[in-house]
């Protein structure tokens, strides 16, 4: 017997700051609106790991049918979510992984596969020789791992280019630019930065501009997000020369969460595919991101029409029966 109504579904996120995680939430929300018989239920663990570890505990003990989890640091979170899945709760990871191959299904990018992009990029960009300096996200994310694995990977193809400096972020630019001015500094070779988000790379760009550096240095970053200050309009701005496209990945995670709880057929492993954004592709893209705007408006506007046509019709119901029983 399949249930078809009432499923809660528990997210826990790392955190809800920023607009790439609003965009995922807002993902999920577009998503939502066509089954209205899904209740999603969000905690935000602020960076947390400990606090991230108790929300997902919190979740099981309320019975969720369906955990969706985007870990902080992978290692800390394990424990909880491996817990939750041994009960018979499944769990998503979203764009973040734990340590453990303990979960129903994964939606995101291949981040390994970012690295080596972005390694493949700037080897034509550099005509293989060169000096880079990379700035990673928080130690123990798994996409700061991934990417900087596939990074090295794709530099070791290229012996002419090197790895000079690396700075520490925390994917926002809250500690960056102290470290990175000093890297910067130490370092007058480097021509390149790959960052392993736009954002820590916006701020890498001010850094370049206080130093006299933004002729000099060219920056590569990934999100590719649509809106003001974001991916695709840095890359227009020529402040970003390049942006590896990483989808936050809202909607699929609730399609397949809808699989899983309606016992159909889904995969494990949801790869969203990944393109590099630069200044020969951004103006096709930031269209695109305007039409999907718009139609999404008109989907609004249509699904509340219809709430209102449902209210009518209900009100008229209750006149009919009114008529029909006096
Ligand atoms: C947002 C973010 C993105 C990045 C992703 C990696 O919190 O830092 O910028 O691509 O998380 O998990």
Not at 17 to 24: F, I, L, N, Q
Not at 283 to 296: F, I
Request: proline letters at 4%; one cysteine or more; hydrophobic letters at 35%.
């Amino acid at each position: 017997q399949k249930k078809t109504a009432g499923y809660r579904i528990g997210f826990s996120q790392c955190s809800m700051a920023g607009p790439w995680r609003k965009e995922m939430l807002a993902g999920m929300e577009r998503e939502l609106s066509f089954h209205p018989e899904v209740q999603l239920q969000v905690l935000d663990a602020h960076d947390d790991s400990q606090k991230q570890q108790e929300q997902i505990r919190e979740f099981v003990q309320q019975g969720v049918d369906l955990l969706i989890v985007s870990p902080y640091e992978s290692e800390p979170v394990t424990p909880a979510v491996e817990e939750a899945y041994r009960r018979g709760i499944p769990v998503i990871l979203l764009d973040r992984r734990t340590a453990s191959q303990q979960y129903t299904a994964y939606v995101g990018g291949n981040n390994v596969e970012v690295g080596q992009t972005a390694a493949r990029y700037i080897s034509r960009l550099l005509k293989q020789r060169g000096n880079i300096l990379e700035i990673l996200g928080t130690p123990g994310s798994s996409a700061t791992s991934e990417r900087h694995l596939g990074f090295a990977q794709g530099l070791a193809l290229h012996p002419g280019l090197h790895v000079v400096a690396q700075v520490t972020g925390d994917w926002t630019v809250r500690t960056l630019k102290p470290e990175l001015t000093k890297a910067l500094q130490a370092h007058p070779e480097v021509t390149m930065i790959f960052s392993h988000n736009d954002g820590m790379g916006h701020g890498a760009y001010e850094v370049c501009q206080e130093l006299g550096l933004t002729k000099r240095v060219r920056i590569i970053g990934v999100d590719a997000q649509a809106g003001p200050g974001e991916g695709l309009d840095l890359v227009q701005r020529g402040v970003l020369d390049a942006s590896i496209l990483y989808s936050p990945g809202g909607e699929e995670a609730i399609r397949t969460a809808l699989k899983i709880l309606r016992k159909a057929p889904f995969n494990k492993e949801n790869i969203l595919g990944t393109i590099v954004v630069d200044s020969t592709n951004v103006l096709t893209l930031l269209q695109q991101n305007e039409k999907m705007r718009t139609q999404q408006q008109d989907i609004e506007r249509q699904q509340s029409l219809l709430h209102r046509l449902q209210q009518t019709y209900a009100s008229q119901q209750v006149v009919l029966n009114w008529l029909l029983v006096t």
